[in-house]
């Protein structure tokens, strides 16, 4: 199976940026559709960002222009370019990549991200 590590996170104040990355053991991002997820305390995990194998993207309603997600095939890195932070982007944020969005079963370890001033 597929191993996904994520890195980048940590700690950011209000309206700063952080760029996630999540690198993959093997080429699966040019094949594969892709995902990054998050996990505040008490709150069920929601849908960062999507990107499909074709390259079409989508993202949570929260978003709202803030954040950017991509892949570079090459390296076998997907990433998440978050910016203008707000304290309730806290959270731990995961990437997933599976054949299509609605069968993603390759998971990272995920990567924190706080949002403090």
């Known amino acids: 199976q597929v191993q996904l590590v994520e890195s980048g996170g940590g700690l950011v104040q209000p309206g700063g940026s952080l760029r996630l990355s999540c690198t993959a053991s093997?080429?699966?991002?040019?094949?594969?559709?892709a995902a990054w997820f998050r996990q505040a305390p008490g709150k069920q995990r929601e849908l960062v960002a999507a990107?499909?194998?074709?390259?079409?993207?989508n993202y949570g309603a929260f978003v709202k222009g803030r954040f950017t997600i991509s892949g570079d095939n090459a390296n076998n890195t997907l990433y998440l370019q978050m910016s203008k932070l707000q304290l309730e982007d806290t959270a731990v944020y995961y990437c997933?990549?599976?054949?299509?969005?609605?069968?993603?079963?390759?998971w990272g370890q995920g990567t924190q991200v706080t949002v403090s001033s």
């Open positions: 990107i499909s194998a074709a390259g079409s993207t």
């Open positions: 997933a990549a599976g054949r299509t969005l609605l069968s993603l079963n390759s």
């Open positions: 093997e080429i699966i991002f040019s094949t594969n559709a």
